[in-house]
C-alpha cells in the first residue's frame, strides 16, 4: 500500500545544468499535481497531468520547465538550464479524479542550485 | 493576490492547552477547505477537510470550523500534544480534482 513516492529525495545542480524530478502516484491514481515551496512561503500549484496529458500547467514558469506523465512509468518534472532560484522543495500529489477532494502528497524532492 | 490567508507565522501553546490556527479566503467560490500537517523534510499529510455547506467538523482531538459569512476558518486541536508541533497549511481546492491553493502555513510549537 505504497504511498507517493518522489526521487531522488535531494539534488545538487550547478548552474545552466539540467534537472530531471520523479513521482510515482499512488496505486490507483490517475491525476498527478506538482507543487513548489520556496523558503517561508506556502506550496505553489505548477502543473496537473493525467496519463499522458497535461491538463492545467497554469503555475508553471514559461520558460526551461516541462513536466509529462506518461503511459508507462512515473512523472516526471524537468528544469533546464537551472538557476539559483530554482532551488526550492518540489512536492507531488495524486488524486484518483473522483471521490474526496484531497491530494496525497509524496515527500518531497529538494533543489540545491549552486 | 492571495485567496487563502494564515496571517500568524508561529504559534506558541502549552501542552494539554487548546491550539488555534486561523485562516481566512477571499475567493467565494471555494466550497471545500483541507488542513494539512508538515513536518520538515516531509510531504504535506492531510489532516481534516469541512465542506461549505457544514459549519463544524470533528475528527477526534482535531475540529474544523466554517464561517462562511467572515470568509473564515479556524483549526482547533485539543488537548494539544508535542507531536502536534509541525508547520499547518489551510488549503481550497479548486475543485474536486483541481489544483489546490494553500495558504503560507503556521508553525505551531508545543511547549512542555
Known amino acids: ?114 | 493576490d492571495q485567496q487563502v490567508k494564515q496571517n500568524s507565522p508561529s504559534l506558541s501553546v502549552q501542552e494539554g492547552r487548546i491550539s488555534i490556527l486561523n485562516c481566512d479566503y477571499t475567493n467565494s467560490m471555494f466550497d471545500y477547505f483541507l488542513w494539512y500537517k508538515k513536518y520538515p523534510a516531509e510531504g504535506p499529510t492531510f489532516l481534516i477537510s469541512i465542506s461549505s455547506i457544514k459549519d463544524k467538523n470533528e475528527d477526534g482531538r482535531f475540529t474544523v470550523f466554517l464561517n462562511k459569512s467572515a470568509k473564515h476558518l479556524s483549526l482547533h486541536i485539543v488537548p494539544s500534544q508535542p507531536g502536534d508541533s509541525a508547520v499547518y497549511f489551510c488549503a481550497a481546492p479548486m475543485n474536486r480534482d483541481d489544483k489546490i491553493i494553500f495558504g503560507k502555513g503556521t508553525r505551531l510549537h508545543i511547549l512542555p
Not at chain 1, 496505486?27 to 499535481?33: A, E, F, I
Not at chain 1, 508553471?60 to 512515473?74: D, I, L, N, T, V
Request: charged share 25%; glycine share 10%.
Open chain 1, 1 to 114: 500500500n505504497a504511498g507517493v513516492m518522489q526521487n531522488p529525495r535531494h539534488l545538487v545542480r550547478r548552474r545552466g545544468q539540467e534537472a530531471r524530478l520523479r513521482c510515482s502516484p499512488m496505486k490507483g491514481h490517475s491525476h498527478v499535481y506538482w507543487y513548489r515551496q520556496l523558503p517561508e512561503e506556502g506550496l505553489k500549484f505548477m502543473v496537473y497531468l493525467q496519463k499522458e496529458n497535461i491538463i492545467d500547467e497554469s503555475g508553471m514558469p514559461k520558460e526551461r520547465f516541462s513536466a509529462e506523465f506518461p503511459k508507462e512509468g512515473p512523472s516526471i518534472l524537468r528544469i533546464q538550464q537551472v538557476v539559483r532560484g530554482d532551488s526550492a522543495a518540489y512536492f507531488c500529489a495524486s488524486h484518483e479524479g473522483t471521490g474526496p477532494y484531497e491530494q496525497y502528497f509524496g515527500p518531497g524532492t529538494r533543489l540545491t542550485v549552486t
